[in-house]
T-cell receptor
Framework: GENVEQHPSTLSVQEGDSAVIKCTYS??????FPWYKQELGKRPQLIID?????GEKKDQRIAVTLNKTAKHFSLHITETQPEDSAVYFC???????????FGQGTTLQVKP | GAGVSQTPSNKVTEKGKYVELRCDPI?????LYWYRQSLGQGPEFLIY????????DSGLPNDRFFAVRPEGSVSTLKIQRTERGDSAVYLCASSGSDTQYFGPGTRLTVL
């Protein structure tokens, strides 16, 4: 079955710097890749997603890139702000299964 | 509109007891998912409903876990003979397409 690996597990940046989180997946049939942000004690919230027919997607300060050949995808956050501090999860959805397989999470700390 | 809701928000039970966790999905969403999240980990898939039927229950850890969605809306996750290792946050999500919207979760503690 699908397996998702996420790195790094923790990331600390200065406010205004960029942050990059990387994920790899194992099932080449996976076709949907969302990213969720989870604050302590809260529900995961979708921040951006990408489908396998697209290589890159951007939404203001957040962008996601997908390399299907290498089976990896990355989250890029520019001009980080303290409120970006949270745990970020990547996920992959094997084709036609509906379910999400999540990475282990990255704790992002943005220092003011 | 209203998001996904889950009740109770917290449940404390004793080892060996039976518990039921409820999920109210976003109105009109045909797909409903249950995940389990242990401390410091990503959500782990348990079961997925499309309408009233379980389309994929491959994530249920053993036969103590069971879920139903009799009318294609509200779902109940049932855990029999609870064990301390069942302690976790149980998350429900619903979707009308690819995007899954999560509920706040039920924190289950088995003493």
């Amino acid at each position: 079955g699908e397996n998702v690996e996420q790195h790094p597990s923790t990331l600390s940046v200065q406010e205004g710097d960029s942050a990059v989180i990387k994920c790899t997946y194992s099932d080449s049939a996976s076709n949907y890749f969302p990213w969720y942000k989870q604050e302590l004690g809260k529900r995961p919230q979708l921040i951006i997603d990408i489908r396998s027919n697209v290589g890159e997607k951007k939404d203001q300060r957040i962008a996601v890139t997908l390399n299907k050949t290498a089976k990896h995808f990355s989250l890029h956050i520019t001009e980080t702000q303290p409120e970006d501090s949270a745990v970020y999860f990547c996920a992959a959805s094997p084709s036609n299964t509906g379910k999400l397989i999540f990475g282990q999470g990255t704790t992002l700390q943005v220092k003011p | 509109g209203a998001g996904v809701s889950q009740t109770p928000s917290n449940k404390v039970t004793e080892k060996g007891k039976y518990v039921e966790l409820r999920c109210d999905p976003i109105s009109g969403h045909t797909a409903l998912y249950w995940y389990r999240q242990s401390l410091g980990q990503g959500p782990e898939f348990l079961i997925y409903f499309q309408g009233t039927g379980a389309a994929d229950d491959s994530g249920l850890p053993n036969d103590r876990f069971f879920a139903v969605r009799p009318e294609g809306s509200v779902s109940t996750l049932k855990i029999q003979r609870t064990e301390r290792g069942d302690s976790a946050v149980y998350l429900c999500a619903s979707s009308g397409s690819d995007t899954q919207y999560f509920g706040p979760g039920t924190r289950l503690t088995v003493l």
